[in-house]
């Protein structure tokens, strides 16, 4: 292929991945249509249309075209260049999707959507009766499955089956490397969540308890969201059951949350996180400087890991929202829109900063607070790595998952629904999954210790309402680069180190001491 030709087959490639890449954002569109104001008469014909659209981007993304195209431009002098620039991590990455993308048969793909569906059905039944026995057979076929998929996905600088896996999620990681960072991070965690309950009193929450209306509420989540630099001309902010934050297209990002009248806080950090996802993808180069979608559907224009989205999600939520300083800024703004009933009830932004910065114990994981979440997912992560290789039979998970509560947490569990059948994860075919959102912290912590590091005033500028600094610090750091590099490459090129459970430790001893009024 002469250099001539391959320029064009990259131009070519340029216009496939956005025309796949529109087609997704049509998908992503409608899914999250039928997550917010669907009517349910729509709900059959729905799953037609997500179904039609998955099968059209599914063949694009496998197709002999794509694989030509990408073979044509791949180590093309005037292609690559040095091959340090977009162009050289575009064909990079896409050379890693498809090698992907085309090693999965069609029968497994099908079989496992098969599986799944059922066996999302029978985890929602075996939950309700908090009854293990009825789940069993159907975690045993999942992970039957996941064996398989993990051995047509295994390449060789993979060291077991788990990895496989957690690369569709994180993408280059590995399990040893993951156990690396997790263990001393679980062992020195489970010694500190210890310390903090032998103190007894933890702070003061009544404050979190006030009853505020849902419309304040949203109020309230709105002026925050435009305090963050979330830019609401390229985005909205509605209701769902489960929140989650959607980057479809290029200048729409779609975020929603949830409203208790008895617990404002859920609603705002969950607000705060999902704007942290959602301002990275603002924030990835989706578009020119002329608001050109020329770059959509490459992947130095894509997220780079869940991780890394995650990291961006806690950045916001627990650095920023968790701040004492924070709260000097966010209280009186509150109050303006829950007409003063935080203040009537004494909160000071000394009594929210305490008050948000409870470590305490719980069997629930998506109830725990900042200082214990971890162990959960730790706890996750080592019980689905011993099942996929073997080393723990679906059988015995109860007990294996009971014995490491007592361990890490000192809780006793009291039934598998509130134990092993609490999350939908693995009945969705979710295996190297977990580890994402720990490693999401991990990072967000280290991000944010260098962050902190360049802009030695950061944390005050939040009492002042300045969160400018940071998003540009993000901007400039992580969102703009794409999938330009991996995670941990990234994590090295920000801030100079290789991902360490340091920082996190640090971070909750900083909040959650004072809280315990522990020096
Ligand atoms: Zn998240």
Same mark, same amino acid.
């Given at each position: 292929?002469?250099?001539?030709?391959?320029?064009?087959?990259?131009?070519?490639?340029?216009?496939?991945?956005?025309?796949?890449?529109?087609?997704?954002?049509?998908?992503?569109?409608?899914?999250?249509?039928?997550?917010?104001?669907?009517?349910?008469?729509?709900?059959?014909?729905?799953?037609?249309?997500?179904?039609?659209?998955?099968?059209?981007?599914?063949?694009?993304?496998?197709?002999?075209?794509?694989?030509?195209?990408?073979?044509?431009?791949?180590?093309?002098?005037?292609?690559?260049?040095?091959?340090?620039?977009?162009?050289?991590?575009?064909?990079?990455?896409?050379?890693?999707?498809?090698?992907?993308?085309?090693?999965?048969?069609?029968?497994?793909?099908?079989?496992?959507?098969?599986?799944?569906?059922?066996?999302?059905?029978?985890?929602?039944?075996?939950?309700?009766?908090?009854?293990?026995?009825?789940?069993?057979?159907?975690?045993?076929?999942?992970?039957?499955?996941?064996?398989?998929?993990?051995?047509?996905?295994?390449?060789?600088?993979?060291?077991?089956?788990?990895?496989?896996?957690?690369?569709?999620?994180?993408?280059?990681?590995?399990?040893?490397?993951?156990?690396? @960072?997790?263990?001393?991070?679980?062992?020195?965690?489970?010694?500190?969540?210890?310390?903090?309950?032998?103190?007894?009193?933890?702070?003061?929450?009544?404050?979190?308890?006030?009853?505020?209306?849902?419309?304040?509420?949203?109020?309230?989540?709105?002026?925050?969201?435009?305090?963050?630099?979330?830019?609401?001309?390229?985005?909205?902010?509605?209701?769902?059951?489960?929140?989650?934050?959607?980057?479809?297209?290029?200048?729409?990002?779609?975020?929603?949350?949830?409203?208790?009248?008895?617990?404002? #806080?859920?609603?705002?950090?969950?607000?705060?996180?999902?704007?942290?996802?959602?301002?990275?993808?603002?924030?990835?180069?989706?578009?020119?400087?002329?608001?050109?979608?020329?770059?959509?559907?490459?992947?130095?224009?894509?997220?780079?890991?869940?991780?890394?989205?995650?990291?961006?999600?806690?950045?916001?939520?627990?650095?920023?929202?968790?701040?004492?300083?924070?709260?000097?800024w966010a209280l009186p703004v509150a109050d303006g829109?829950?007409?003063?009933?935080?203040?009537?009830?004494?909160?000071?932004?000394?009594?929210?900063?305490?008050?948000?910065?409870?470590?305490?114990?719980?069997? #629930?994981?998506?109830?725990?607070?900042?200082?214990?979440?971890?162990?959960? @997912?730790?706890?996750?992560?080592?019980?689905?790595?011993?099942?996929?290789?073997?080393?723990?039979?679906?059988?015995?998970?109860?007990?294996?998952?009971?014995?490491?509560?007592?361990?890490?947490?000192?809780?006793?569990?009291?039934?598998?629904?509130?134990?092993?059948?609490?999350? @939908?994860?693995?009945?969705?075919?979710?295996?190297?999954?977990?580890?994402?959102?720990?490693?999401?912290?991990?990072?967000?912590?280290?991000?944010?210790?260098?962050?902190?590091?360049?802009?030695?005033?950061?944390?005050?500028?939040?009492?002042?309402?300045?969160?400018?600094?940071?998003?540009?610090?993000?901007?400039r750091n992580i969102h703009g680069h794409g999938r330009?590099?991996?995670?941990?490459?990234?994590?090295?090129?920000?801030?100079?180190?290789?991902?360490?459970?340091?920082?996190?430790?640090?971070?909750?001893?900083?909040?959650?001491?004072?809280?315990?009024?522990?020096?």
């Amino acid at each position: 292929m002469t250099t001539a030709l391959a320029a064009r087959a990259y131009v070519e490639l340029g216009d496939y991945l956005r025309e796949t890449a529109t087609l997704g954002s049509v998908a992503g569109l409608a899914s999250w249509d039928q997550e917010t104001y669907m009517p349910s008469g729509a709900a059959s014909f729905r799953a037609e249309q997500l179904a039609l659209l998955a099968k059209l981007t599914h063949e694009r993304s496998t197709s002999a075209r794509l694989g030509e195209l990408i073979a044509a431009c791949e180590g093309d002098r005037e292609v690559v260049g040095d091959g340090t620039g977009v162009e050289a991590a575009n064909l990079r990455e896409l050379r890693r999707d498809y090698e992907r993308a085309v090693r999965l048969p069609a029968s497994l793909v099908a079989e496992e959507a098969r599986v799944t569906s059922q066996a999302q059905e029978a985890w929602k039944r075996a939950k309700e009766r908090s009854d293990f026995a009825m789940f069993r057979p159907w975690l045993e076929k999942v992970m039957g499955l996941m064996r398989q998929k993990a051995d047509c996905l295994m390449t060789s600088g993979m060291g077991e089956r788990y990895d496989a896996l957690l690369d569709l999620y994180e993408p280059g990681a590995k399990s040893a490397e993951i156990a690396r @960072v997790f263990g001393p991070l679980r062992d020195r965690l489970s010694g500190f969540i210890r310390e903090v309950a032998a103190r007894g009193r933890g702070p003061e929450t009544g404050v979190l308890s006030v009853r505020v209306p849902e419309v304040q509420q949203h109020e309230l989540g709105m002026k925050v969201l435009g305090a963050l630099g979330f830019d609401l001309g390229a985005g909205r902010l509605d209701t769902t059951a489960h929140p989650f934050c959607t980057g479809f297209a290029p200048g729409d990002t779609r975020l929603t949350t949830r409203y208790r009248d008895d617990r404002f #806080i859920d609603a705002l950090y969950g607000t705060m996180h999902e704007c942290g996802h959602g301002l990275y993808e603002q924030g990835l180069p989706k578009m020119d400087a002329a608001g050109v979608a020329a770059r959509f559907g490459q992947p130095v224009s894509e997220a780079v890991s869940l991780g890394i989205h995650e990291s961006q999600s806690r950045m916001w939520e627990n650095f920023v929202g968790r701040s004492p300083r924070f709260w000097a800024w966010a209280l009186p703004v509150a109050d303006g829109c829950f007409g003063g009933a935080l203040s009537r009830a004494g909160a000071t932004a000394e009594v929210m900063g305490r008050a948000v910065n409870t470590c305490t114990p719980s069997l #629930i994981r998506v109830e725990a607070d900042e200082g214990t979440y971890n162990l959960h @997912v730790m706890i996750r992560f080592e019980l689905e790595r011993a099942l996929l290789r073997g080393e723990l039979a679906e059988r015995d998970l109860p007990g294996a998952w009971n014995a490491k509560y007592k361990e890490f947490l000192g809780l006793e569990v009291p039934d598998d629904r509130r134990g092993c059948l609490q999350d @939908v994860h693995w009945a969705f075919g979710l295996v190297g999954y977990f580890p994402t959102y720990t490693l999401g912290n991990l990072y967000s912590a280290q991000f944010w210790e260098k962050a902190v590091s360049e802009m030695p005033g950061l944390e005050e500028g939040f009492a002042r309402g300045e969160f400018g600094p940071l998003l540009s610090w993000l901007r400039r750091n992580i969102h703009g680069h794409g999938r330009r590099y991996g995670a941990s490459e990234l994590c090295e090129r920000v801030t100079g180190q290789k991902l360490s459970a340091e920082p996190l430790l640090r971070h909750l001893e900083r909040r959650i001491k004072p809280a315990y009024g522990m020096a």
